[in-house]
């Protein structure tokens, strides 16, 4: 009886002993984990990891730096990215999915080149150039509202602007897709907009000023209304099916070209709906 008395308190003991032990090993190997993960050449290596980098809570890895997955064969981000703060490369690659690109990044998102039919999971925040050009996309769903630098959304199978960054400070780039339509254009462009290549009938949608070139060559447009009022660098409106010029930019800062369309246009037809700072051209 006595025996058993002394043996209770013995095993209570031992048992949180042993309950103490546990969780200090768990932190312990935990922040060995985390150390070894940061200073793992090979894993920075294998996941294209140019800086220092954590592992946070949720699992993701969080770079001071860039990280480089081009050219790999890839068809998915090998590990979960949380933050970038350089730029997040994973190009010309067989990628079918976003899943796993950070949610934010401080330079350049680049995922040209690849078989991405939808922009789900690409970064909220990309303070440099995001392009996606050379995919299958069929919207553009998942694409930042802001870019601080160029988009660029060229020959992809898109047929309508929806969900395009709201303002884009660089050029933007649409062309060699399906559009129809600029309507969900970017309101604010600081480079040059081009939307050549598609099946336009209407510049209807672009945005006012255009602080470079602005190039519409290869459409179905019969007339130059909802081109923007003033365009910093030349315009182009080459192959067209224009029977006027009616809507053209009041103001072009360099050249305008307007030939190969169903009627040709003269020097004096361009004077007198635009200034024309550069040269005109009329004949290819």
Request: aromatic share 8%.
């Amino acid at each position: 009886m006595e025996n058993g008395n002394l043996q209770q308190p013995i095993k209570s003991k031992a048992i949180s002993l042993g309950l103490m032990l546990s969780f200090f090993l768990i932190l312990h190997i935990g922040t060995i984990g985390k150390e070894n993960l940061q200073n793992d050449a090979q894993f920075r290596k294998d996941n294209g990891i140019e800086g220092n980098y954590t592992i946070d809570k949720n699992g993701l890895c969080n770079v001071d730096g860039n990280v480089d997955l081009s050219k790999r064969g890839l068809k998915e981000i090998p590990i979960p990215f949380g933050t970038v703060s350089g730029s997040f490369w994973c190009e010309n690659n067989q990628l079918i999915t976003l899943v796993g690109a950070p949610t934010k990044v401080g330079g350049s998102f680049d995922c040209r080149n690849n078989q991405l039919k939808t922009l789900k999971f690409a970064p909220k925040t990309v303070s440099g150039t995001f392009l996606c050009d050379n995919n299958k996309l069929t919207s553009l769903k998942g694409a930042p509202k802001k870019v601080d630098g160029s988009f660029d959304c060229t020959n992809n199978k898109l047929k309508s602007l929806k969900y395009a960054p709201k303002e884009v400070g660089g050029y933007f780039s649409c062309s060699d897709n399906q559009l129809t339509s600029l309507e969900w254009s970017p309101r604010k462009v600081g480079g040059k907009f081009e939307c050549g290549n598609n099946q336009l009938t209407s510049l209807e949608g672009t945005p006012k000023k255009v602080v470079g070139s602005f190039n519409c060559c290869g459409n179905k447009l019969t007339s130059l209304k909802g081109s923007p009022t003033k365009v910093g660098g030349g315009f182009w409106c080459i192959n067209n099916k224009l029977t006027s010029l009616e809507g053209a930019p009041k103001e072009v800062g360099k050249d305008f070209w307007c030939f190969d369309n169903s009627i040709q246009f003269t020097e004096a037809n361009v004077r007198k709906v635009s200034k024309v700072k550069g040269k005109i051209y009329v004949k290819e």
